[in-house]
């Protein structure tokens, strides 16, 4: 059987069967319309995780050996990151600190079974320092326990995280064809395609959240591509990977950056400032007053597929030009810093700057409001 249609199957099938079994597991599953980051308005199963992993071990079953050496792995890999997810989901008491750790322990782990640790990031001086194994490990903990996060952050609207990562793991596979990497290309096809069968349910109406555990895992698994890509072939380097990510990546370093400039706001702190937040009030609630709650959500989200999608397409368009991805990357940030300035400040403007400002105290009491 091929492997990408049962992914999709199987997830897709999985995501109906745990809505409509919420009554047997909603005392711990379902997530609640309280809180500063909710915007649904009836208490929803939060365990979408639980698909994603069945969709994955389906397929890893039944794929080609060369895919399975590779899929098999990260699937162990990243066990400590879902587990910790799935455990906040079902409990809401895992510290945000420890689900981070977690997810730095799935890289570790993931290096401890393959042997791969990020070494070309397309930087000489880092990449000298990279060639020192405990650097380099150390290293790519940290970036794959930041992408994996960075992912969970996203995850706010109906579609949002599972259609960017559909994007990005994509353009992932495209990547990989290009230098002739299909086994790396199939574990793509095949993540992406669990993440549609999943979506396909979430979004637009979001009867069933991905939760903590399906976005970690998720967001792992995109990590441990974006490092494996580099490091299997010589014309790619970790530029590319990175610009594909860029638009989690963005949202994380602003939204850190940004509360740190909050006065008694921590970094971690839950705030409804984020990019999708602005553009859920101030473009679709707007234009759209009049659609439900939970199509405005998913909405909000194509718009943020839409800028998703311009750093990934440029990053497969010049994949092996370095200076190309660095200039991709600065637009990107740019782009991000205008138009999340015309969303608070109404001007454009193109210095990263505008997004780290303090907010105003409008701004300050509307996002804390739930």
Not at 2 to 11: G, K, L, M
Not at 57 to 81: E, H, K, S
Not at 153 to 181: P, R
Request: charged share 10%.
């Amino acid at each position: 059987m091929n492997p990408y249609i049962v992914a999709f199957a199987v997830t897709l099938l999985a995501s109906i069967g745990l809505l409509l079994s919420q009554g047997w597991h909603g005392r711990f599953s379902m997530d609640g319309t309280e809180g500063v980051q909710k915007h649904h308005t009836e208490p929803t199963p939060r365990i979408g995780g639980v698909a994603i992993a069945l969709g994955l071990i389906n397929a890893w079953a039944l794929a080609a050996p060369a895919v399975r050496a590779i899929l098999g792995p990260m699937l162990l890999a990243g066990i400590p990151a879902f587990a910790w997810g799935l455990a906040e989901d079902c409990t809401d008491k895992v510290r945000v600190l420890h689900r981070l750790l977690a997810t730095m322990c799935s890289g570790l782990l993931a290096w401890s079974l393959t042997g791969v640790a990020m070494q070309a990031t397309g930087l000489p001086p880092l990449d000298w320092l990279l060639g020192f194994t405990p650097v380099a490990v150390l290293f790519t903990a940290v970036a794959v326990g930041g992408v994996a996060n960075a992912i969970n952050i996203i995850d706010g609207f109906n579609g949002l995280a599972s259609g960017a990562l559909i994007i990005m793991l994509a353009a992932m596979g495209l990547i990989a064809m290009s230098v002739g990497d299909v086994p790396v290309a199939s574990v793509c096809l095949i993540v992406a395609a669990c993440t549609l069968g999943f979506g396909l349910v979430n979004w637009p109406f979001g009867k069933i959240f991905l939760g903590d555990g399906g976005a970690y895992l998720l967001g792992f698994l995109l990590a441990w591509i974006a490092v494996l890509l580099p490091m299997r072939s010589g014309h790619v380097n970790g530029w590319a990977t990175m610009l594909v990510c860029a638009y989690p990546l963005l949202e994380v370093a602003f939204s850190v950056r940004r509360r740190r400039r909050r006065v008694n706001h921590h970094a971690w702190q839950a705030d409804k400032a984020h990019l999708h937040h602005l553009l859920h009030r101030r473009v679709i609630g707007m234009m759209l007053p009049g659609v439900s709650a939970p199509l405005r959500s998913g909405l909000t989200s194509v718009l943020c597929w839409l800028y998703c999608l311009l750093p990934a397409g440029w990053a497969v368009l010049f994949a092996h030009d370095t200076p190309m991805l660095a200039l991709g990357f600065c637009l990107a940030v740019f782009l991000y810093a205008a138009i999340y300035a015309r969303l608070t400040q109404f001007r454009w403007c193109w210095s990263a700057l505008t997004v780290l400002r303090a907010p105003t105290r409008q701004e300050a009491q509307h996002d804390a409001q739930p």
